[in-house]
């Protein structure tokens, strides 16, 4: 979908692809591990069989094999996903999940490897759609150069012995998106010079937020989506004190840019998400976040002509934040106050206030 334009093919080679010829079969399967830049591992409740190499089965086998090209980066990265099994295989489980789930815990108190639990297939494809992502940035980072642009606004002073840092690679970004006009070709160049230097979890999510900004306002939606996923998937479990605000901020300019791409209905799924998690903060920034995502969903649920559960979601921002004194919150509250009123006068129209109004574009400012 977005490698090819720029020049990158992902070719996927699977066990089953391997041409037969003469040998141990694993042996020319390991081959062709051997090879390739990313390793793929999906888990179930199988765990296979031997193959004459000494190993309980040809996935242990691959598995130390990627584990030793990975060491000598002579693989690039290492994908790995657990398929969860359904509670009646959990209950009574065979030889093969027993073992699988003992591998499972190894890489759980190993804490070596990064891994995703999956229940349905699209959560698959939408985890490993993040990682094509990265890998194609990877290669963008290695291969792309400043545009003539961002060369007349990007340039670092040159200090001997110092190179640019974080700081001012995000303040470069941040400029160039609030810059009149902007340039978001530049900020997306910018922020990703951030994120190869950010030293924290918080500072990469400031800087995959500006990237994600950037693809937002240059179309590139789906690229934005994967964007904000990241950030809640590094961050779903950071213990950084900044870390949930990012994944509450994440959360919610995916919401609008899913709306943005006509998916209202995964846009109320991921409102429901940030409201979900935070509903009960106390702290300003999560409030904020909360209090946006019920204006957008009550905006989302009124463009699909339900009025009723729209007036239902005006009426939770009035009680959850009717009394609040933060002028952010406050703002906000105003907004709803004439959605509902203006609803109502037209005795509950289906014409609704347009999102575009009040539904703001990606927020990318660190608060």
Known sequence: MHAEPRSVSFEPVGWEDTIAGVGRPQQLINDDLSQCDYAVFVFHDRWGTLTGGGYTSGTEEEWELAEKLYSEAKIRNIALFFKSPDARQVADPGDGLKKVLRFKKKIESGKKYLFKSYLERQEFSDVLEVHLAKWLRDHDAAATSLSPATLATATPKKTPGASPGFDFWISESSKLLEGEPADYAGALFCAGKALS??????????ARNAQATADFYLNNLTASVIGFSEIVQRLGSSTEEKGPAWVARALFNKGVTLRQLGRSEDA???????????????????????????????FALGQLGRSEDALAVYDDVIGRFGTATEPSLKKKVEIIQKAMHAMKKKKVSKKQPKAANHAKAPRHKKR
């Open 197 to 206: 230097v950010a030293e924290s979890d918080v500072q990469w999510a400031v």
């Open 268 to 298: 109320l799924a991921v409102y429901d998400d940030v409201i979900g998690r935070f509903g009960t903060a106390t702290e300003l920034p999560l409030r904020e976040q909360v209090a946006g995502a019920l204006v957008n969903k009550g």
